[in-house]
C-alpha cells in the first residue's frame, strides 16, 4: 500500500508541476490561491495579535490604540526607545536582511522571481510589531503584505514549483494580507494586481481572488464581518458640491506629492549609519508624541473619530500635517514602517477638515464631515499609492454604500493626476525602489514572459551521450528518435547537437584512405565533436525559471541553446530537456500575445 501511494505521488507531483509551468494551469493556480489565503490569513490573524495583545496592557483605557492616554513623559520616551531598540536590532544585520515592506517584495518579484526567505519573514513580523507599539508613526497593512507574500512564497519553494507559480503565489499572499486587514476582499485583489504585480491577467485574477476571499474568511470568523472602521450612511446633498470636492482633491493631491518628496529628501542621509538614522527619527518623533498623540501607532482611532465628527477643525488640520511629516521622514530616513495606514489617516483627516469647512460655509447642503472624511481617505491612498482602482474598490467596501461611488472616482482619479503628472511624481513605493538605485520592469513583453516557465515550452525530445562512441552504439541512440543530442563533456554537458546530423554522417560512405585502413579501430568510433553538423553551444537553466529568466541567461552567456536542470538528490542534477531562444521568441509571438 505504502509502494502504490509513493508510485502515484511519484507520478502525481510532477504532473501537477509540469501542468504549473504552462500560463493556463487554471485549476492548479486556484488551489494554490486557496491554499494561500488560508495560511496568509492565519498569519495576519498572529501578527494581529502580536500587535493588540501587549498594547492592552500597555495603553490606559479600552481598546488598543488609546496613546493619547498616556502620560506625558511615557508618550515622550516610548517611540524613542523603540526607535533606538529597532536601530540596534538592525545595526547587527546585514543591509540586506534590513529590507521589509511592500518595496522588499516588489524587489524580490523584479529582481528574484518572488524568492523571500523566512529569515525576512521573520524580521519584518519583529520589527512591524516594534514599531507600532512602541508609538511609532505606522501601519500594519505594509508588515501584513510583507508577511502574506513571504509565507506564500515560501509554501511554493517547499512545493518546488514553477517561478511563474512561485510569483503568482506573492500576489494571493498580498491580496490575502489586504483582504484580512480590512475585511476588503476585492480591494485585495485589485491592490495586489495593481500596486505589486502591476497588470491584470485572467489567469491571474482566479488563484488571487481565491486567496483574498479565503483570507477574508479566516478574519471575519476572529473579528466579524464588520469592516474596519463604522461607516454611517453616507451620501452627496447635492451636485453644487463637486467643485468643493475638486477643491479638495487639489488639496490631497498637493499632500501626497509633499509626502513622497518628503520621503524623498529624507532617504539622502540612508548612506549614514543605520543606528543613527533611526535614533534620529525617534527623536524627531519625541515631539510630535508630545504635542498631537494622534499620530502615534497606527492612528485608527483618530479616523474612527473623523468618520463620526467628534474632533475639532484644528486638531484635525494639525494632526493631518502632522502624521504626513513625521511618516514621511522616518521612513525616508529607514523606519521600517507601513504607508498604507498612515495615508488613510492623513486622507481622514484631512478630509474631515475640509467637510467642517464646507459645513461652515454651506450648511444647508454640505454633505457630512464622515462623507468627506472617507472621500479624503480614498483620494490620497490613491494618490500616494498611485493606485485609483484599488483606492475606490478599498472606498466602496469601507463605506458599502454605492451612493459614494461617483464623488470617489472624482476626487481620486483628480488627486492621482495631480500627484503624477502636476508634480511628477511617481508612487511611494516605486520612489523608495528609485531611491535604492533600483526599476520596477513592467513592459508587456516581459510580464508575457514571467508567467511562463521554462518547462512549458522545452523540448523533451533528447538523449545524453558521450562525446566518442561507436557506430554500433550511435544507431542505438537513433533508434529512439530523439531530435537533439547533449553531449557530455568532462565538465557536464558541453554542445547540443541535432540528431539528425548524426543520422546524415552514419548514412555517408565510409572513404577509406591509407591512414584509415591502418588503423581499423578508428574507423568504428564517432566523435560527435569532429563529425559535420550544426552545434549548439550550450548553457544550463533551471526546471523552475521563467522565460524571462531563460533570455537573461542567453544574453549574459552567450549560448545558442539552454538544457533544463532540476537538483532531483544532492549533487544530481537531472536534464528535462532543452530550449532555443528561437523557442521563447515564437511562444511570445504565437501566445504571449
Not at 529582481?111 to 520589527?127: C, D, E, K, M, P
Not at 533611526?278 to 492612528?299: K, N, R, S, W, Y
Not at 480614498?378 to 464623488?407: D, F, S
Not at 508567467?451 to 512549458?456: E, I, L
Amino acid at each position: 500500500m505504502r509502494k502504490l501511494r509513493r508510485r502515484i505521488t511519484d507520478k502525481l507531483v510532477p504532473m501537477f508541476r509540469r501542468r504549473l509551468s504552462d500560463v493556463d494551469a487554471l485549476p492548479q493556480l486556484a488551489l494554490l490561491g486557496l491554499l494561500s489565503g488560508l495560511v496568509t490569513g492565519g498569519v495576519i490573524l498572529a501578527f494581529r495579535f502580536a500587535i493588540e495583545f501587549p498594547l492592552r496592557f500597555l495603553l490606559p483605557g479600552a481598546g488598543s490604540e488609546s496613546f493619547e492616554e498616556l502620560d506625558i513623559l511615557t508618550r515622550g520616551l516610548l517611540p524613542l526607545i523603540g526607535a533606538v531598540g529597532l536601530g540596534i536590532f538592525f545595526h547587527r544585520m546585514a543591509s540586506q536582511d534590513r529590507k521589509v515592506g511592500v518595496v522588499h517584495v516588489m524587489e524580490r518579484l523584479n529582481y528574484h522571481q518572488g524568492y523571500i526567505n523566512l529569515r525576512s519573514a521573520i524580521v519584518q513580523f519583529v520589527v512591524g510589531v516594534t514599531t507600532i507599539v512602541t508609538g511609532q508613526s505606522a501601519g500594519r497593512e505594509g508588515p501584513a503584505v510583507h508577511l502574506g507574500a513571504s509565507f506564500s512564497s515560501l509554501m511554493g519553494q517547499w512545493m518546488k514549483l514553477p517561478n511563474n507559480s512561485i510569483r503568482t503565489l506573492v500576489a494571493c499572499g498580498c491580496a490575502a494580507a489586504i483582504s484580512a486587514s480590512f475585511n476588503t476582499p476585492i480591494a485585495g485583489v485589485i491592490f495586489a494586481m495593481e500596486v505589486v504585480m502591476m497588470e491584470y491577467t485572467i489567469a491571474g485574477f482566479t488563484p488571487i481572488i481565491l486567496a483574498s476571499v479565503s483570507s477574508a474568511v479566516i478574519a471575519q470568523a476572529t473579528y466579524g464581518p464588520a469592516p474596519a472602521f463604522t461607516v454611517p450612511p453616507l451620501t452627496m446633498n447635492s451636485l453644487l458640491e463637486i467643485p468643493w470636492i475638486l477643491a479638495i482633491a487639489v488639496l490631497i493631491g498637493v499632500a501626497a506629492a509633499a509626502m513622497i518628496k518628503l520621503m524623498s529628501i529624507s532617504a539622502g542621509f540612508q548612506h549614514r549609519p543605520v543606528l543613527l538614522r533611526l535614533t534620529i527619527a525617534g527623536l524627531l518623533m519625541v515631539p510630535f508624541a508630545l504635542a498631537i498623540p494622534e499620530v502615534m501607532g497606527i492612528g485608527y482611532d483618530t479616523v474612527q473619530q473623523t468618520i463620526g465628527n467628534e474632533l475639532p477643525f484644528w486638531l484635525l488640520l494639525a494632526a493631518g500635517v502632522a502624521k504626513l511629516v513625521i511618516t514621511a521622514v522616518t521612513i525616508g530616513l529607514g523606519m521600517p514602517s507601513g504607508v498604507i495606514g498612515p495615508t488613510i489617516f492623513i486622507g481622514a483627516t484631512l478630509g474631515g477638515a475640509m467637510g467642517l469647512i464646507g459645513a461652515s460655509a454651506a450648511p444647508d447642503t454640505a454633505s457630512s464631515v464622515g462623507f468627506y472624511a472617507m472621500l479624503g481617505m480614498g483620494a490620497m491612498m490613491g494618490a500616494v499609492l498611485q493606485a485609483p482602482l484599488a483606492a475606490l474598490m478599498a472606498l466602496m467596501e469601507l463605506t458599502r454604500n454605492p451612493n459614494i461611488i461617483l464623488p470617489g472616482m472624482l476626487i481620486i482619479t483628480s488627486a492621482s493626476l495631480i500627484t503624477s503628472e502636476v508634480f511628477g511624481q511617481k508612487s511611494f513605493f516605486l520612489t523608495i525602489l528609485k531611491n535604492q538605485g533600483m526599476s520596477y520592469q513592467n513592459s508587456p513583453v516581459i510580464q508575457a514572459l514571467r508567467r511562463v516557465s521554462v518547462g512549458a515550452i522545452m523540448d523533451r525530445s533528447i538523449v545524453r551521450s558521450e562525446r566518442k562512441l561507436s557506430r554500433e552504439k550511435a544507431r542505438d541512440i537513433l533508434r529512439a528518435e530523439p531530435k537533439w543530442l547533449i553531449v557530455e563533456g568532462s565538465k557536464g554537458p558541453t554542445a547540443l547537437l541535432p540528431a539528425a546530423d548524426l543520422a546524415r554522417h552514419l548514412d555517408a560512405p565510409v572513404q577509406e584512405t591509407e591512414a584509415t585502413a591502418a588503423e581499423p579501430a578508428e574507423d568504428d568510433t564517432v566523435d560527435l565533436m569532429e563529425i559535420p553538423a550544426n552545434r549548439r553551444d550550450l548553457a544550463s537553466v533551471q526546471y523552475q525559471a521563467t522565460l524571462e529568466e531563460a533570455l537573461d541567461i542567453f544574453e549574459s552567456t552567450q549560448a545558442e541553446a539552454l538544457y533544463v536542470q532540476r537538483h532531483v538528490a544532492p549533487m544530481i542534477q537531472r536534464i528535462y530537456g532543452v530550449v532555443l531562444k528561437s523557442d521563447i521568441e515564437s511562444y511570445y509571438k504565437y501566445k504571449g500575445t
